[in-house]
Every structure is written in structure tokens, then in C-alpha cells.
């Protein structure tokens, strides 16, 4: 549980660097949708 702890919280802080880059709240938001979406389906596929 720790190892995906740990691997959840590294790639929260790249996000939130990748959004320090961006800069833009708009297309932020669309990615962040974009990445949900196809992250939901790719957990899920069967």
C-alpha cells in the first residue's frame, strides 16, 4: 500500500509541475480531464 502511495503522490507533484509550465488555467483544465478520462478507461479495460 505504501509503494502506491508513494507512486500516486510522485505523480500528483509532476502534474503540479507540468501546471506550473503550462500556466494557463483553461488548458489545464482540459488536460486534466483528457488524462482522467483516458486514465479511467485504460485502469479499467478488460
Known amino acids: 500500500m505504501g ?3 508513494g507512486y500516486t503522490l510522485f505523480w500528483i ?3 503540479m509541475l507540468f ?3 503550462v500556466g494557463n ?3 489545464g483544465l482540459i488536460l486534466i ?3 482522467m478520462i483516458s486514465g479511467y478507461y485504460l485502469f ?3
Open 3 to 5: 509503494k502506491l502511495i
Open 19 to 21: 501546471m506550473l509550465v
Open 25 to 27: 488555467t483553461w488548458i
Open 33 to 35: 480531464a483528457i488524462f
Open 13 to 15: 507533484a509532476v502534474g
Open 44 to 46: 479499467n479495460c478488460k
